[in-house]
């Protein structure tokens, strides 16, 4: 429908920008150290001595081995009061110097069934304890470390598919994320603080393990996002509830945002240069430009687009009590748009 002038209305389309941003590079989770050299067992002396006792060659020691080891989980970094008796080996070889009852104490499933419910003692301070290897890499192993050990890990600025893994990896090795992703907890913190960036990879992750308490605040986020673009893994991984609750989410806003912009502008008592019938015109324009908006309506619809829309039909009014009319009515439009929930329900 082509919009004149004299219809008083100039419809202003929005112009959005989708969501920029950058996932920060991850800063490394490791350092060289040299492993201490394990001396050989002696054999039992032999009679006579072997001639080659004492040689220059014999003497010769093989030169230290380097290894990566977490800068965080390391023999010397006193986490606990008693050194760590445990290491885990991640698949780029990074060593992590962690203590077994720890992981056991956190972990449901026993770390995986990789550790046993009741690891032999060290003996002796040269003693490492075991070492356990797992498959995943050092930068999603050291996000689930800090989560064992109740601590936060932003300042390595992990990858957000890192993250997310690290999440996956977590649930593999019994963590309770009921408890350890809970609302200001560490890893509650860091998925939140990562979650506009990538907000329905959040928001399924947390329908997936059902924490409700970060989907609530992740669900603001998506209020731009074009649900016809669901993806069938999203779908998939939130399940019919969470969805459910997006869904709605969306069509109460859209129908919250027709609601409020049906009544017009209140008219003022009759004057000599606007009566009634003047005054008609003005009702008939907010309904073009209310119909216009609610056409296009979308959840996500911003209140500066709403007014711009609507406050362009003071360009066409003569009457200063019309104006201020207008004005009070979108003043009210834009209150009342403001408080339409912007999250999922969160009663369960």
Do not use: V
């Given at each position: 429908m082509d919009m004149e002038s004299s219809d008083w209305f100039q419809f202003v389309s929005e112009q959005e920008d989708g969501p920029s941003s950058m996932d920060g590079i991850e800063k490394p989770v490791s350092g060289k150290a040299e492993l201490p050299p394990v001396p050989p067992p002696v054999p039992p002396m032999p009679t006579p001595p072997a001639s080659s006792h004492g040689s220059p060659c014999e003497e010769e020691s093989e030169p230290p081995t380097i290894v990566s080891v977490s800068t965080t989980f390391y023999p010397g970094a006193n986490l606990?009061?008693?050194?760590?008796?445990?290491?885990?080996v991640s698949s780029d070889t990074v060593f992590f110097y962690v203590h077994a009852h720890q992981l056991l104490g956190v972990s449901e499933n026993g770390f995986s069934a990789l550790i046993p419910a009741s690891p032999e003692p060290v003996k002796d301070k040269d003693d490492i304890g075991p070492i356990v290897p797992v498959a995943d890499s050092s930068q999603v192993l050291n996000i689930v470390l800090h989560t064992f050990y109740d601590m936060s890990c932003a300042h390595y600025s992990p990858a957000i598919p890192t993250l997310l893994t690290a999440v996956d990896a977590l649930a593999k090795y019994g963590v309770p994320l009921q408890k350890y992703a809970a609302p200001n907890t560490p890893l509650y913190q860091l998925l939140l603080s990562q979650a506009p960036a990538a907000p329905m990879d959040f928001y399924s992750l947390a329908a997936q393990y059902d924490l409700y308490d970060l989907a609530v605040p992740i669900s603001s986020h998506l209020l731009a996002y074009p649900l016809f673009n669901l993806s069938?893994?999203?779908?998939?991984?939130?399940?019919?509830l969470y969805m459910k609750k997006l869904v709605f989410l969306h069509l109460g806003r859209v129908d919250a945002l027709k609601r409020l912009l049906l009544p017009p502008p209140q008219q003022h008592p009759a004057t000599t240069e606007c009566d009634f019938i003047e005054q008609?015109?003005?009702?008939?324009?907010?309904?073009?430009?209310?119909?216009?908006?609610?056409w296009d309506a979308r959840a996500d619809l911003s209140t500066s687009a709403m007014e711009s829309a609507l406050c362009s039909l003071n360009d066409h009014l003569s009457c200063d009590l019309c104006k201020a009319s207008l004005r009070e009515r979108v003043k009210q439009l834009i209150i009342q748009w403001a408080v339409v929930k912007v999250r999922i329900e969160h009663h369960r």
């Open positions: 606990m009061p008693l050194p760590p008796d445990l290491i885990i069938d893994e999203h779908a998939a991984k939130m399940g019919p008609k015109k003005l009702t008939r324009a907010w309904a073009l430009a209310s119909a216009y908006l609610a």
